[in-house]
């Protein structure tokens, strides 16, 4: 039996609580809805209109379709050039050259400025071991070689060791490579530098110091136009937020009827399933019984046929008793399990009712037909002698 604060469910003719809870939940979504997207409709192109603007003028600035890969291959280059030149103390236009030879020998500025930092390491922390490897660290000492030349003696010095195990010790303690890279880095010499070097001046691949200033100064601008366009977000999304704070908490408002409406549906569709399933197995189950006691009587076991239907009348008063689980919606019902798990959520009886009417909410004045059905049907199954 449901009291007065659980949601009942009315099955056969009027179903007229849980069908206008429905329709007003979903009535008031429509209209939430309806009303949101009339608000946001005009407002949202107009801020589309501004926002593709001045993506447009972004992508402008940024070279656009013609000159964008122009300007992001020369930005590359200065700023690895750049660099290149602090790692090794030398001039942005000599680390352009650098990194033309390095190209040319199939390496790149990223293995030499890395071979170079390991090697600077192990100067200041190892270098008596280097020195007993056969590297110029007087020289560096005295300032009679830059580091940079130390750095490409001692790349030759790895060649002078057995190739194996001990080439590779070699090129792993000097210069945290492989014997690869540094057999790569070898080729390095002062020839393949002088063409590279005639090759970048021909090009005008050169990075001098206007080059690093211009770029350094695109770098900067365009910097800029980033934090222009974080304002202009800005300033869309400071208009637009309170509007869809304001839409939000209208949702809010009327998301306990639409939960509400949501379990009066399902309890409806819950205890349909309960009662068809009922019927079904009801049905079923004395077809059955009549069925084998037809056989057991056309094979002359009159006796059988009467033990059968004995036992069908002690089920039908089982079947009766599980039909008031079915009625009430508890027990091991469909619409039983789903109110247990509501109960257990805390979740039964925590939704805002909707207002007017007669709904088969948790409404008191709400009379449900259900136990006027239920009293009336198992009153006369009851009432049967199937003896």
């Known amino acids: ?21 429905a329709a007003e939940a979903a009535k008031a979504v429509k209209e939430a809805v309806g009303q949101m997207q009339n608000g946001l409709g005009s407002l949202g192109e107009a801020f589309a209109s501004v926002k593709g603007m001045f993506a447009g003028l972004t992508a402008v600035l940024a070279g656009g379709t ?5 300007v992001q291959e020369t930005r590359q280059m200065a700023q690895e050039a750049v660099s290149l030149s602090r790692i090794l103390g030398i001039a942005a236009s000599e680390a352009s050259v650098l990194n033309v030879a ?28 280097l020195k007993s490897m ?11 070689k830059s580091s940079n030349d130390v750095f490409l003696e001692a790349l030759k010095i790895v060649s002078r060791y057995k190739p194996g195990l001990d080439q590779a010790q070699a090129a792993m303690t000097m210069f945290g490579r492989s014997v690869e890279d540094v057999l ?30 211009t770029t350094m100064e695109y770098n900067a601008a365009m910097n800029d136009v980033g934090d222009v366009m974080k304002g202009v977000a800005k300033a869309i999304g400071d208009a637009v937020m309170p509007m869809l704070t304001a839409m939000a908490n209208k949702f809010i408002e009327i998301g306990p009827y639409i939960v509400k409406a949501i379990r009066v549906i ?20 004395n077809m059955g019984a009549i069925g084998a006691a037809m056989m ?13 239907m004995k036992e069908r009348v002690a089920d039908v008063a089982k079947e ?26 805390g979740n039964a009886n925590n939704a805002v009712p909707p207002p007017g009417g007669d709904q088969t909410f948790n409404n008191p004045n709400a009379k449900s037909r259900m136990d006027e059905w239920k009293a009336a049907l198992v009153s006369k199954l009851e009432g049967q002698d199937f003896s």
């Open 1 to 21: 039996m449901a009291d007065n604060n659980s949601a009942e469910v009315r099955f056969g003719g009027d179903a007229s609580g849980a069908s206008a809870a």
């Open 66 to 70: 013609a000159f964008k890969e122009a």
């Open 102 to 129: 390095l190209d040319d020998i199939r390496s790149n500025g990223e293995a030499y400025s890395g071979a170079f930092i390991h090697f600077a390491r192990q100067l200041r922390n190892n270098s008596d071991a």
């Open 134 to 144: 056969g590297v110029d660290t007087d020289a560096l000492k005295n300032g009679t």
């Open 184 to 213: 790569k880095l070898q080729k390095l010499t002062p020839q393949v530098m002088e063409d590279a070097r005639r090759k970048a001046e021909e090009l005008g691949l050169v990075i001098g110091p206007q080059g690093v200033k």
């Open 266 to 285: 399902m309890e409806t569709i819950l205890g349909l399933a309960d009662l068809i399933a009922w019927v079904v197995t009801f049905i079923t189950n």
């Open 296 to 308: 057991a009587v056309a094979t002359g076991e009159v006796s059988q046929a009467t033990a059968i």
């Open 320 to 345: 009766i008793a599980g039909l008031k689980d079915v009625w009430n919606g508890t027990g091991n019902t469909f619409l039983g399990q789903y109110r247990k798990g509501q109960e257990e959520s």
